[in-house]
């Protein structure tokens, strides 16, 4: 049926009449048709026509928010800028593992459904995303600073260690960077600091993507190779059950050394004391 025909659905199956409506191909052609349903004496067909409003709706929220993700790069573009990485890490707060950080240059103007900060997304989400963004980016990078790095230069050196890593990368030339929290220091380009940037800025949103899943899979490798912990479950985090296990066992060769592990007297409680650089680096 052509968009211009208007559909009539007396005598039509509520499958028939979906199907048509679906094949309509633009969203007010189909909002109109579902408004008319809304009319229709049958429950089905009027619960069919709310069914797809609230569809629609749906997609014009998620266009709408994937337009607003688009506000920073557009921005860097006015400003001359040519190719724009958007950067992040993954992995600043586990008591275990190496940080992770992700470089991602998007195509101008691209939205891609579903797109957004890796933390809020599952698992099978972010696995349906990743080889998306690697198909469609026209430069994706990956950095990471190892535990013996995190722990002689402090995790937040070493977070922006895997940053630059991850920008070194990159096989295409980038003028222009954003990036998630705080500017990368030591960094040549120009860059933007965005606070949230990796649930407010696509290029960002993608590489949080692209090192969350990484770096979980080398927790799934590390679980492997030190059992016990449960890195595999809790991806080196502090839950309760790496708790337990750390009271069990002590550290093993990836736990960051950079935390004091004490244990009271009875074994009640494990605390983690940051090194005296690390508070010093946290107030500068």
């Not at 004496?41 to 998620?62: H, Q």
């Not at 972010?126 to 998306?132: D, G, K, S, V, Y």
């Not at 979980?216 to 985090?237: F, I, Q, S, T, W």
Request: charged content about 30%; some cysteine; overall charge neutral.
């Amino acid at each position: 049926m052509g968009d211009s025909m208007k559909p009539s659905f007396k005598d039509l199956s509520l499958e028939e009449i979906r199907l048509i409506v679906h094949g309509l191909s633009r969203a007010e052609l189909r909002r109109r048709a579902a408004r008319r349903l809304a009319r229709d004496p049958r429950a089905g067909a009027r619960r069919l026509g709310a069914e797809i409003l609230a569809r629609l709706d749906r997609e014009e929220a998620e266009a709408a928010r994937l337009t607003a993700m688009e506000r920073f790069e557009a921005e860097a573009r006015a400003q001359g800028a040519a190719v724009i990485a958007g950067v992040d890490e993954v992995g600043r707060g586990p008591l275990a593992g190496p940080v992770f950080a992700a470089a991602v240059i998007l195509p101008p103007g691209l939205r891609l459904v579903g797109l957004d900060d890796s933390k809020r997304l599952s698992a099978e989400q972010r696995e349906t995303l990743c080889p998306l963004i690697r198909e469609i980016a026209l430069g994706v990078s990956i950095g990471r600073a190892e535990v013996e790095e995190i722990d002689t230069i402090n995790i937040r050196q070493a977070s922006f260690l895997a940053m630059r890593r991850a920008l070194a990368g990159l096989s295409v030339a980038v003028d222009f960077v954003l990036v998630d929290g705080f500017a990368i220091p030591g960094l040549e380009l120009r860059q933007r600091a965005i606070v949230k940037g990796d649930s407010r800025s696509a290029s960002i949103a993608a590489a949080s993507v692209i090192a969350k899943v990484a770096r979980d899979a080398v927790m799934d490798d590390l679980d492997r190779l030190y059992p016990g912990y449960g890195l595999a479950e809790n991806k080196g985090y502090c839950t309760t059950a790496h708790v337990e296990a750390l009271r069990r066992l002590g550290p093993c060769p990836v736990h960051r050394r950079s935390f004091k592990w004490d244990m009271d007297a009875q074994g009640a409680g494990l605390h983690f004391q940051p090194r005296l650089f690390d508070i010093i680096e946290e107030g500068d």
